[in-house]
């Protein structure tokens, strides 16, 4: 029998090539999503296409109120940023679009769901790379995660399974991930970056997530699939 | 400015005892429950109750819903075991009222809501001495989620502020929290234990929770102020 596998996906191109990759490595997809207060639905809309499009055995989406806390611009009504937020990073400052504990609370409902299957991975799309600015996004905390993941479950005391949190983007590149999810036969057109797309699903082409897919698909040389609704976005 | 603390709140008798400890040692309160597919909401009644009655500076109640994953008697539909379960402990087994992942993910929003108010410590309350079936109350895995903590937050880029997770009672058996409490002037007719409350809030006097309560109350020689609605209970 197939290993199983969680895999947490966002409906966009890191999560996706992640599920292609615990794919193509023989494992049965578990697609995991959350409805956290996001100002719009369509990156979930995404995701359960594309769960249906990799052949996942089953998708569930978590509703998480992370507005009760506050403190993002993903979830807080403080505008989008428009300009690359690497600059930010540079300065030292963590990006504003970054939501506290985010990747903790969602490793941590995946956890809860692997238990239940008895899977032994939970695949996570980060990268080291092009995001450095989010602390949870470091290998270092994927590592102590995954440690403390052990000791918290059934796992740990009774040796059954243990869980391992896979990173198979941590060291790639936005192109480095567009070509291997395109080597894997991904459908990049199913997923969606944008921070503030508009209601038919297009993107704005100019937030900081639409800056590095555009930057990703022209260092592949990948013709770039997405719709952009600003005019002047597809050449920029 | 006194230091905030997120205390997480269950109604029950370890996490009030924890939250009075809290204040004792002069922190400001915050404090943190979660609606988690639980029967009954008799037990939030009650933290809020607490919350008020210690002086709270907030406290929030969040939803989750681990019935969507299934795997427990405190979630899902199978009968709570009205039998003392270390017994189960004893053979080697998981209590069947353990849920999957649960104070992973309790933390992983007290990390969250932490990170946003700058606070330095969550309290939790509990015990690797009556309890020590389930997983996530060894103290190696709060020692874990601690690092873990420190890595995945702003806080362990920036060195701002480092995050303690503070437990109080981990050495302490029932009556040792109960006698803590009743020196802090807790007031344990506002908590509730049980399992299988009546709809008036009453306690069933067998389930497992309660068989600890009694015995706790019993050993700590404190009178056990808690309404059972099985008449033969209160002297069992």
Redesign the interface.
Known sequence: MPDKAIILSSGGIDSTTAMAIAKSEGKDIYSLSFRYGQRHSIELEAAVKIAKSLGAKAH?I?????R????SALTDDIPVPKHDILEDIKK?D?PIT?V??????FL??A???A??LKASFIYIGVTAVDYSGY??C?P??IK??E???N????????KETILKIETPLIHLSKAGIIKTGIQLGVDYSLTISCYDPDEKGSSCGFCDSCLHRKKGFAEAGVKDPTPYYTADSASA
Chains 1, 2 share one sequence.
């Open positions: 569930k978590i509703d998480i109120d992370l009760q806390f506050g403190g030292d963590i970054y506290p504990a985010r990747n903790t609370i941590s409902y956890m809860a769901w238990e239940i602390p949870d470091r270092k905390f102590a995660f440690k403390m993941a000791l918290a479950t059934k796992t740990g005391i009774k």
